[in-house]
């Protein structure tokens, strides 16, 4: 018999990479609750990918502040996503597939946000001080495994959708008030929407197909023959 914790351990076993990240998460968010206030604000700014960060040591700040967030208590919704989306898509395209999604859009989105703030900041529409603004987190990487989770939904569902991601990251861009993140989130998206050759041989979600033939349990008999009259062979 198959108990909930068996079902557990095979679910972990089957996205490694989500749990070992989410695992890392965890521990950094521990770390975040019990610091000081200075402690915190120090941590946050030097795991940060801010253009700042990004100038003195890119790959360090783009590779480190994937593993931190900013509010320990949004742990449990993090982990909700995490499950939901990084490990099915871990599951669906295997872990190295996965992490290259994961990883473009995690530096796309970076790099490019953080542009668009340094052409903002030169020409006087947000203040200097945002070179040291405070970028950590690994929504970008949730928002492109939703991106290429389209991938994964059978038609015509997948259309819908691509809609309800499409208007829940894009809004934002369109209603005012944008922000850098925003951008960020959008990017990512695209980025997994892109993805769609990483799927290629992969079957997505369909209806349940009931396999042909008699019950589960019921053995099929084959019919008993028919027994074979001989003939009589005359006598020479």
């Given at each position: 018999?198959?108990?909930?914790?068996?079902?557990?351990?095979?679910?972990?076993?089957?996205?490694?990479?989500?749990?070992?990240?989410?695992?890392?998460?965890?521990?950094?968010?521990?770390?975040?609750?019990?610091?000081?206030?200075?402690?915190?604000?120090?941590?946050?700014?030097?795991?940060?990918?801010?253009?700042?960060?990004?100038?003195?040591?890119?790959?360090?700040?783009?590779?480190?502040?994937?593993?931190?967030?900013?509010?320990?208590?949004?742990?449990?919704?993090?982990?909700?996503?995490?499950?939901?989306?990084?490990?099915n898509?871990?599951?669906?395209?295997?872990?190295?597939?996965?992490?290259?999604?994961?990883?473009?859009?995690?530096?796309?989105a970076?790099l490019?946000?953080?542009?668009?703030?340094?052409?903002?900041?030169?020409?006087?529409?947000?203040?200097?001080?945002?070179?040291?603004v405070?970028?950590?987190?690994?929504?970008?990487?949730?928002?492109?495994?939703?991106?290429?989770?389209?991938?994964?939904?059978?038609?015509?569902?997948?259309?819908?959708?691509?809609?309800?991601?499409?208007?829940?990251?894009?809004?934002?861009?369109?209603?005012?008030?944008?922000?850098y993140?925003?951008?960020?989130?959008?990017?990512?998206?695209?980025?997994?929407?892109?993805?769609?050759?990483?799927?290629?041989?992969?079957?997505?979600?369909g209806?349940?197909?009931?396999?042909?033939?008699?019950?589960?349990?019921?053995?099929?008999?084959?019919?008993?023959?028919?027994?074979?009259?001989?003939?009589?062979?005359?006598?020479?």
């Open positions: 018999m198959v108990t909930a914790a068996d079902r557990i351990r095979r679910w972990v076993r089957s996205s490694p990479g989500t749990h070992i990240w989410l695992l890392i998460i965890g521990i950094t968010s521990l770390v975040i609750a019990a610091a000081s206030e200075g402690l915190e604000t120090f941590l946050l700014h030097r795991t940060s990918s801010n253009i700042y960060a990004l100038t003195k040591h890119p790959l360090q700040s783009l590779l480190i502040s994937g593993f931190w967030i900013e509010s320990p208590s949004s742990f449990l919704l993090y982990a909700v996503l995490f499950e939901v989306l990084h490990a898509v871990e599951r669906w395209l295997g872990t190295l597939r996965w992490l290259v999604t994961v990883a473009v859009a995690h530096v796309a970076t490019i946000s953080q542009e668009v703030l340094l052409l903002s900041i030169q020409e006087h529409a947000v203040p200097r001080s945002m070179k040291h405070v970028d950590i987190g690994v929504s970008y990487g949730l928002a492109a495994s939703a991106g290429v989770l389209a991938y994964r939904v059978a038609r015509p569902w997948r259309w819908a959708y691509v809609l309800a991601v499409t208007l829940f990251f894009g809004l934002p861009l369109v209603t005012g008030g944008t922000t993140t925003d951008l960020g989130h959008a990017i990512s998206l695209a980025v997994g929407l892109a993805c769609w050759p990483l799927t290629r041989g992969r079957r997505p979600w209806p349940v197909r009931w396999p042909k033939g008699p019950p589960v349990g019921v053995r099929r008999t084959a019919a008993p023959e028919r027994p074979r009259s001989r003939r009589s062979r005359s006598s020479p």
